[in-house]
Every structure is written in structure tokens, then in C-alpha cells.
């Protein structure tokens, strides 16, 4: 499958952005997804996960409460809703797909096994 991220930007401090992740070559309905970024000189991190039917999702701790996934398997899209952004947002955001049928192993890069390509998001305060 191929994943397309897109939908970053600069975006001042306390304001949103929603991420759109769109695959192509198989529908993402079998597949679990995540968001993970990486700031410049930091390693990729996790961000959110949502499991292949929506019904399982969480977060960093960082993010909590201020981040929403979700998706839209008949559009095949998966979407990263981002409110009350900080400059520590700051980073490259990248959606990822697995099949992995362990729900809590969503945190862990090596759970994946295709990565779209990051999209930029720049917060300024």
C-alpha cells in the first residue's frame, strides 16, 4: 500500500491543522494505523494509533487531549486532527500501516510496514 500524507503547514501557537494520510494500491480497512513524527535531530516518535475498524485508539501523553485520529475506510483516508498546537508540535508527521493483530503494539516503528512520506508541520509561537 502507499500512503500520502499531506495537509502540514505553519500554523501559530494554540491553532489547528488536520493531517490527511490517503492510500492507494489497497484499501486501509485491513490495516492499523499510526501516526509518528520527527522534530530535526530527534528521533521518529509515536503520536496516535487507531486500529483498522476505529474501534481502538491512544495517544503520547504529550499529545493527549489536544489530538484526535481517526478514519474513513470508505475514503480510505486516515486523518490527524491537531488543536491547541505548541511549538513543540514542531516536526515532520508520518502515517504508517500494519497488520499486526497486536492492538498495544501500535507505539513501536518496527510495527509497521509501509510509511508515507512526512508532511511539515511548523508551529510558531
Known amino acids: 500500500v502507499q500512503l500520502q500524507a499531506s495537509g502540514g503547514g505553519l500554523v501559530q501557537a494554540g491553532g489547528s491543522l488536520r493531517l490527511s494520510c490517503a492510500a492507494s494500491?489497497?484499501?486501509?480497512?485491513?490495516?492499523?494505523m499510526g501516526w509518528f513524527r520527527q522534530a530535526t535531530g530527534k528521533e521518529r516518535e509515536f503520536v496516535a494509533y487507531?486500529?483498522?475498524?476505529?474501534?481502538?485508539?491512544y495517544y503520547a501523553d504529550s499529545v493527549k487531549g489536544r489530538i484526535a485520529i481517526s478514519r474513513d475506510n470508505a475514503k480510505n483516508t486516515v486523518y490527524l486532527q491537531m488543536n491547541s498546537l505548541k511549538p513543540e508540535d514542531t516536526a515532520a508527521y508520518y502515517c504508517?500501516?500494519?497488520?499486526?493483530?497486536?492492538?498495544?503494539?501500535?507505539?513501536?516503528?518496527?510495527?509497521?510496514?509501509?510509511w508515507g512520506q512526512g508532511t511539515q508541520v511548523t508551529v510558531s509561537s
Open positions: 494500491g489497497r484499501t486501509l480497512k485491513m490495516y492499523n
Open positions: 504508517a500501516a500494519s497488520r499486526d493483530s497486536n492492538l498495544a503494539a501500535g507505539r513501536i516503528k518496527a510495527t509497521y510496514e509501509f
Open positions: 487507531i486500529s483498522y475498524n476505529g474501534g481502538t485508539t
